[in-house]
């Protein structure tokens, strides 16, 4: 199940393109989120969450963990935790260690950028003869999910796209970001008008997933928190979805709920005054 490895990737990088902002997550938010695979609606689960190191006030923490459960983790365990470090008055990107583990392969990696020299060292823990510095392309780069739950902030009309860098490993993803349409759907969390965005891969020769064909989408609730509320990874051997089922706020906005109320059908900025819903 690659999409579990993947996921993890997307589950921590539509960021970039405003990365010159401070980092969309603010202390204290998190996400879960269900993710399904096929037959198993239950096959795991992504949680993101943002908190200020006590020791770096000036910096912004955020952890993802992805695994699997239930009779998905029987056929398949994976387990995987990551931590990005942002610099909170540049919104940069300076750090991300990784992990994971299966029954056969485990992986333990950090990614350090260095953006005067224009540079990233990928450093290998395990297979240190994996390590290298290579030279780091125009924008500022993030990692995957960390580039979805971006987007949550860009407002884009229908039809129009954004560039991204994004971070897997020691690759980077030229990324441009499509609003192709909205789309009402149902979570545990309730009902929600979203936009669809879409990455594709334009600016080069296809790689990693997207040269095996698979497809993103991402659908952002179209209310005043722009919530994620779905992602889903196509391949050409089938599809995962992950879906979020949990949100807690900002501790400055934190509430007595946790889970926010549903977009109204409807509801939320329209581009020109336009629809969706004719």
């Known amino acids: 199940m690659r999409f579990f490895r993947l996921i993890s990737f997307l589950g921590l990088s539509i ?66 935790a990551s931590e990005s470090i942002f610099d909170l008055k540049t919104g940069r990107l300076l750090r991300i260690a990784e992990k994971s583990a ?22 290998d823990t395990l297979r240190p003869a994996r390590s290298l510095t290579l030279p780091l392309p125009a924008g500022e780069p993030l990692d995957l999910i960390n580039c979805l739950l971006q987007t949550r902030t860009w407002n884009l009309p229908l039809g129009e796209h954004r560039d991204v860098l994004a971070v897997f490993d020691d690759e980077l993803y030229e990324l441009t970001v499509y609003a192709e349409s909205y789309d009402e759907i149902t979570t545990p969390l309730g009902t929600f008008k979203t936009l669809v965005l879409v990455p594709k891969m ?74 969706p819903h004719p």
Do not use: C
């Open 102 to 123: 299966t029954e056969s392969k485990q992986t333990e990696t950090r990614l350090t950028f260095e953006y005067q020299a224009r540079t990233f060292r990928y450093t």
């Open 202 to 275: 334009e600016k080069g020769p296809l790689k990693g997933m997207f040269k095996r064909g698979s497809t993103v989408r991402v659908w952002i609730s179209q209310d005043e928190r722009h919530l994620p509320v779905r992602f889903k990874v196509d391949f050409r051997f089938g599809a995962g979805t992950a879906t979020l089922t949990d949100y807690q706020p900002p501790l400055a906005a934190a509430t007595s709920t946790k889970k926010p109320a549903a977009s109204p059908v409807g509801a939320g900025p329209q581009p020109n005054g336009s629809n």
């Open 15 to 80: 960021l970039a393109a405003w990365a010159q902002r401070p980092a969309t997550l603010q202390p204290g938010e998190v996400f879960t989120y269900s993710v399904g695979w096929g037959i198993f609606g239950g096959a795991g689960e992504i949680k993101i969450a943002a908190d200020q190191p006590p020791t770096q006030p000036d910096q912004l923490r955020i952890t993802t963990t992805t695994r699997t459960r239930g009779f998905a983790h029987t056929l398949y365990a994976f387990d995987a």
